[in-house]
């Protein structure tokens, strides 16, 4: 069962365009059945192209799968850091660029809105625990909510 979006762009996209799956899913209560033949998306960016503004001093974008390997993951889940702002809280933190946040105090992050929600949670001034992956090794770092 895939209970996720974004493993579910991953199962897609790793099955393959042109190749036919078979889905079952529920709608109004009961389960149906039904094929779908996967195909690139008309005029589609490709994933994780376009960098979003997130959080004190950070825009990331998603994780994909060349990003995911670099850095040892099993799955392209995350939020890749495309720009630290100089003096940010951010950069304060340690974050820097090409870093991939992975948790946000007990949050698993899976994609950039995923990061969003968790940091919105934090009161101003409360201090959030980064999980990040930095070169193929994990990092700890504390980043303050201002």
Do not use: C, Y
């Amino acid at each position: 069962a895939v209970d996720d979006a974004q493993r579910l762009r991953w199962l897609a996209a790793t099955a393959g365009i042109g190749k036919e799956v078979p889905l079952t899913f529920q709608r109004r209560g009961r389960l149906e059945r039904s094929v779908a033949k996967l195909a690139v998306m008309p005029d589609a960016e490709p994933a994780g192209t376009t960098p979003q503004p997130v959080i004190v001093g950070l825009v990331v974008r998603e994780v994909d799968v060349p990003t995911a390997r670099s850095e040892g993951l099993a799955l392209p889940l995350g939020a890749v850091v495309r720009e630290v702002k100089p003096g940010s809280a951010a950069s304060q933190a340690g974050i820097r660029a090409g870093d991939v946040i992975l948790k946000l105090n007990d949050v698993n992050i899976h994609a950039p809105g995923n990061l969003t929600r968790a940091f919105n949670r934090l009161e101003s001034g409360g201090v959030a625990r980064v999980v990040l992956r930095r070169d193929g090794q994990t990092h700890f770092l504390a980043l303050r909510k201002p």
